[in-house]
């Protein structure tokens, strides 16, 4: 066939057209069939699988990393019991509010007792915290390097947490004595937190 009949076919009778141009004719229909039917069907059910996919692999990562969790489950309990016991233990050295003035009065007592001479006891205003509350106390006391040590010692083997903070050590006028300006701080749980 030469490809110039083709250029004479006519459109309108294609029934006698050669076989060759009633095939490219079928498989025009057919490539048009296909390519409608993916762009009207098939080309959204594609995107809606992709972020299927893309959707299962985020689930399957959030699925593994809360098996993970859920198989340590009984470790982290017992963790947190740990914690809680713990915690527990320590509100325990924290004085109660009732407890405050007999606090005060052994942190002045352990500093007489080493020898060392009171020159400032001025207990401040509670400082509220997120859980707990600072009880402030402005120390100026006088004595030897030796005392000072005993007293910061003392007070640092009190049954309740006691901290010396704003240490200042300064000459105190005689040969041997040392005039410590610091601040102790004791703390308190605040029950309502």
Known sequence: ????????????????APGIVKGGIVVLII???????????????????DRGERREVQLRAEFEDKQRRAANLPAYEAQLEEIERMFASLLQLLPSTAEIP????????T??????????????????????????????VRGTYEELAEFVSGVSAMPRIVTIHNVFIRPGGSDADLLMDALARTYRYLEGS
Do not use: C
Not at 32 to 44: P, R, S, T
Not at 102 to 109: A, E, K, P
Not at 116 to 139: D, G, H, K, M, S
């Open 111 to 140: 500093a007489l007792t080493v020898g060392l001479e009171i020159e400032l006891f001025q207990p401040r205003a509670e400082v509220n915290r997120t859980f707990y509350a600072e009880v402030p106390i402005q120390l100026r």
């Open 31 to 49: 490539a048009a069939l296909l390519g409608a039917g993916y762009w009207f069907l098939i080309k959204d059910q594609l995107e809606v699988l």
């Open 102 to 109: 007999s606090l005060l009065v052994d942190i002045s007592q």
């Open 1 to 16: 066939m030469d490809l110039r009949s083709i250029n004479e076919v006519d459109f309108r009778n294609l029934g006698e």
